[in-house]
Each structure stands twice: as structure tokens, then as C-alpha cells.
């Protein structure tokens, strides 16, 4: 039997194979809300155990903890990823809760962004997809044009996208409410970032957006080359996170980032899992 609950509060779904919670639980997410049991649950398997669930309710952002803090919200119209890292916070969330980590798209969360009330003691920022890779060689195109139409019909928000699977980027027409960002742990990963961006940002027709990288988990040291450096707007540092444990990269890393960064003038924030941090962003 698979049952489906919601918070109150934040609107974050819990899905289940067994039913290890019950309706009037404390949502495990936000700590405030509590679950409620959604009726009427309907899920369609695709080809490639990629699933599309439906339901009637009435959808909203789920505010962030300190554990993104560089966005006030997130939303995951789709869930899931196949790349298989193996710090991967939110494939370790789905496993603790049981919950499947097969790439899903959530028809029902579409609404969240007409239905979140702007808070102006918030910042507008939204992270898209915080719980999976939209950008994925596995997602279809369909998925990615339906969230990026939802995205230009919200032009009060400002959603922020990030991906390990960059090179899909300059094949996609980016609504102007959106901040590009690419992931960059290692140093290998650098070469397909900068071609992606260099294709957005450098070429005839290149568009105008935010772009920013996240070089969270840090795991060595790494080096931007000066064209990628030169079309970057934002930066973002974190350590690799273990549940509670923190695993601080070396400090040399940090400040190796850091400089140059400096150099061109480019806004760092330095998530609240490393030691020391500056937390900028970008006019």
C-alpha cells in the first residue's frame, strides 16, 4: 500500500511503501508543521520507472533552513536523480523516510508559485529542484519546458536552478526570472561547466541571466579559468555535510576560491557548514 502525506505548513510530501507515520505527526522537514493524509492519490509509471503522481490539493514553497540559507524557498516539481553521488543529502533523505528516489514529476507542486504568497521580510529567491536533477539526460524535455513555463508566469519570484548535467543548458530558452548555476565539486567537472556557460554567456545571442556556480561539497582544490571566471556573478562555497558531522575542506581550498573570486570581483557565500564563512550575493 502506498499512502501519501503533506504538512500544514510547508507543504512537503511524504511517500511511503509502509506507513511508519501517521496523520497528526510532526512534519520531519520542518519541524513545525503537521501531516496530513492526502486522498484521491494517483501514480502513473513511465518508461524508465520515472513516475508522474497527480493530486488535487493546493500546493506551496517550502521555506529553507539554515541548510541551503542562500534561497528563502524551495520547490521540487520534480524529485529524484540517477547520478548516484555518494554524498548526495537528498538520496540519503529519501532513503531515512523510504521515500522513492526514482526522477518524478509532480504535477500538483506546479501551482506552489501562484499560491506562495510573497513575504517582504523574505528574500524572493526560490531553489528549484533541491530534492533532484532536472537537467538530467534521463528527464524529458516536457518536464524541463513545463516548470520553465510556470517559472515566466511568476515573474515575482526568482528561481534559482542548479545542475550537474550543464551541457543542456544552451539547448533551453531560460525564462528571464531565473539564475543559472552549475555544480563543481572536483576539478574535472570544470571543463563541462565553462563550455556550457561559454555557450550561454560568451556566444552571439548569449543571454543576460545570473550565472553562479556552487562548488559545494568542496572536495579539492580547484581552479576556474579566467573565461569562466569572467561571465560568474555569484559563488558558492560549502563543506560535505554527514548528517550532523560537517567534513571541512582544506583551508587552502577555501582561500584558493576565494581569491579568485576576489579578482573578478565576484560575490562568495560560504554555506553555514564551513567554519568561517562570508555570505554575499549578487546586486
Not at 216 to 235: F, G, T
Request: net charge neutral.
Amino acid at each position: 500500500m502506498k499512502l501519501k502525506y503533506t504538512c500544514d505548513i510547508c507543504s512537503f510530501s511524504l511517500k511511503w511503501s509502509v506507513e511508519p507515520v501517521k496523520g497528526g505527526d510532526k512534519c520531519p522537514w520542518c519541524r513545525r508543521g503537521i501531516l496530513k493524509k492526502i486522498a484521491n492519490q494517483k501514480i502513473h509509471l513511465t518508461e524508465g520507472r520515472m513516475i508522474e503522481s497527480t493530486q488535487c490539493r493546493i500546493t506551496k514553497f517550502n521555506k529553507c533552513n539554515n541548510n541551503i540559507g542562500w534561497a528563502a524557498y524551495s520547490w521540487n516539481p520534480i524529485t529524484g536523480c540517477n547520478h548516484g553521488c555518494d554524498y548526495c543529502y537528498a538520496a540519503a533523505m529519501s532513503k531515512r523516510f523510504n521515500w522513492s528516489f526514482n526522477p518524478t514529476f509532480h504535477e500538483d507542486r506546479l501551482s506552489a508559485p501562484a499560491n506562495t504568497p510573497v513575504n517582504p521580510k523574505l528574500n524572493n529567491r526560490v531553489f528549484v529542484c533541491s530534492m533532484g536533477e532536472l537537467f538530467g539526460e534521463w528527464v524529458p524535455s516536457v518536464w524541463i519546458e513545463k516548470v520553465f513555463g510556470i517559472v515566466r508566469a511568476n515573474p515575482q519570484w526568482t528561481f534559482l536552478f542548479l545542475t550537474k548535467s550543464p551541457e543542456r543548458y544552451s539547448t533551453l530558452d531560460w525564462p528571464a526570472n531565473a539564475w543559472i548555476g552549475a555544480t563543481i565539486d572536483t576539478q574535472p567537472r570544470v571543463e563541462g561547466v565553462y563550455e556550457a556557460f561559454n555557450k550561454l554567456f560568451r556566444c552571439d545571442g548569449a543571454i543576460d541571466n545570473i550565472a553562479f556556480v556552487s562548488c559545494e561539497p568542496l572536495l579539492e582544490e580547484i581552479s576556474l579559468p579566467d573565461e569562466l571566471l569572467s561571465v560568474l556573478d555569484w559563488l558558492i562555497i560549502g563543506a560535505k555535510s554527514e548528517g550532523a558531522k560537517k567534513i571541512q575542506p582544506k583551508t587552502e581550498w577555501v582561500e584558493s576560491l576565494l581569491t579568485q573570486a576576489k579578482d573578478y570581483g565576484i560575490p562568495v557565500w560560504m554555506k553555514d557548514n564551513l567554519v568561517y564563512r562570508t555570505q554575499e550575493v549578487p546586486e
